[in-house]
């Protein structure tokens, strides 16, 4: 919804019917660098309780700290001074997340540069465990919840490497787009929601095609959506789950009411809960909420 100001997207998402808002923190809303932050925070976050709107907080704006590369710099990027950057930037993003009484804060790796070693233990793995680790302390500091997002191409890509990464970073959750891993294809979406039911801090449920990092709205892809939210369902997860549709901002008028209705349409075809579905212990038994992205989406 980057063609729209960011109070007139919070309003379009309210009268609309959206539980919530996957806000990217970027040039285009929210601007994290420009003056007045801590009273513009303040501000929004009144205007989010008076829409009823949730929100999680998404870190993956392309041109924000280097308006010449895109995403850069990153958790592994070999400069000290770059890493250093992003770990100030996502440390800030959790103070936003703080002060608006965000859900989670969402981050992902980054991608090495050619000739860096990317092997498990490597130098950019190693330079990764470590920002990481910041974040997670940071986050759990100001009471939020740090969620990790494996994306097609990075360092971490897929569930798997994420839990060599968790291994190694004690509190750090799972950021689950369901759609990476149709492009992945270790797991389908609704086995990766079961398989990390216990883990899951944010989820993100947009259509791709099979093989194809393409965020595509609801119906355009190859994903089962009714399975994927029965899958949820079914381990009880109950926090908002967003639709990443930056590229689609062209018609968020139309879209944003239609992508809510192709949701609950899903959400009734969705696979009646049984007994064999059974919650992991300490998940709170409850339907999930929705919510769809505002600004760019993570890493493409």
């Known amino acids: 919804m980057t063609s729209h100001r960011l109070a007139d997207a919070l309003a379009l998402l309210a009268d609309s019917g959206y539980d919530g ?32 709107l949730a929100v999680t907080v998404e870190t993956g704006a392309r041109f924000l700290l280097d308006p010449r590369r895109k995403h850069e710099p990153t958790l592994v990027t070999a400069d000290p001074a770059g890493r250093a950057r992003r770990l100030a930037f996502l440390r800030l993003c959790a103070d936003i997340a703080a002060d608006l009484g965000g859900e989670a804060v969402s981050f992902w790796a980054g991608v090495p540069a050619p000739g860096t070693d990317a092997s498990p233990g490597g130098t950019a793995w190693r330079h990764l465990v470590e920002g990481t680790r910041a974040v997670v302390e940071y986050a759990a500091g100001r009471g939020v919840t740090a969620a990790f997002e494996p994306e097609p191409g990075m360092l971490v890509q897929d569930c798997a490497d994420w839990h060599r990464l968790a291994a190694e970073v004690p509190g750090l959750r799972l950021a689950l787009d369901t759609g990476h891993c149709l492009v992945t294809g270790a797991l389908s979406p609704p086995d990766a929601v079961r398989a990390h039911a216990r883990e899951l801090g944010a989820v993100a449920v947009e259509d791709m095609p099979r093989g194809r990092h393409e965020h595509r709205a609801p119906g355009e892809g190859d994903m089962d959506l009714p399975a994927v939210l029965g899958a949820l369902r079914a381990v009880g ?39 064999a579905d059974t919650a992991p212990a300490g998940t709170p038994d409850t339907a999930p909420d929705t919510a769809v992205a505002t600004a760019p989406e993570g890493a493409r």
């Open 21 to 52: 808002v996957a806000l990217t923190v970027d040039v285009a809303h929210h601007d994290p660098f420009a003056p007045g932050l801590a009273a513009r925070t303040a501000a929004l976050a009144r205007r989010l309780d008076r829409l009823g």
């Open 237 to 275: 997860y109950g926090g908002l789950v967003s639709l990443e549709l930056s590229r689609d901002a062209h018609r968020a008028d139309t879209l944003v009411p239609a992508a809510l209705a192709a949701l609950r349409r899903a959400e009734a075809r969705a696979p009646a809960r049984t007994g």
